[in-house]
Nanobody, 116 residues
Framework: QVQLVESGGGLVQAGGSLRLSCAAS????????MGWYRQAPGKQREWVAT???????NYADSVKGRFTISRDNAKNSVYLQMNSLKPEDTAVYYC??????????WGQGTQVTVSS
């Protein structure tokens, strides 16, 4: 069974930066796409960024130019560097991974709070 554990959330002032990390553990042969989603209070979970095993990357328009996703296949990990943070980036951030023949799995989430 594969599990995801996120870290790196916290409280930061507007304009600041944070780096989120997510590590997969368990019986891992390979991982397809890995990505980040977020859910603000009272809102639906929304997609933030994805990186495929091929290296293909895509971002939501709301974070393009400010956030950078990367992955380390040797460590079964994905990262999200968040710069120029805005109060509207405040949310619980969830790591997601697609496991071959098993489907999508989720981490427990990490809180990011941006103060104005």
């Amino acid at each position: 069974q594969v599990q995801l554990v996120e870290s790196g959330g916290g409280l930061v002032q507007a304009g600041g930066s944070l780096r989120l990390s997510c590590a997969a553990s368990g019986r891992i042969i390979s991982l397809n796409a890995m990505g980040w989603y977020r859910q603000a209070p009272g809102k639906q979970r929304e997609w933030v960024a994805t990186v495929r095993s091929s290296g293909w990357i895509n971002y939501a328009d709301s974070v393009k130019g400010r956030f950078t996703i990367s992955r380390d296949n040797a460590k079964n990990s994905v990262y999200l560097q968040m710069n120029s943070l805005k109060p509207e980036d405040t949310a619980v951030y969830y790591c997601n991974a697609n496991v071959p023949y098993s489907g999508d799995i989720w981490g427990q989430g990490t809180q990011v709070t941006v103060s104005s």
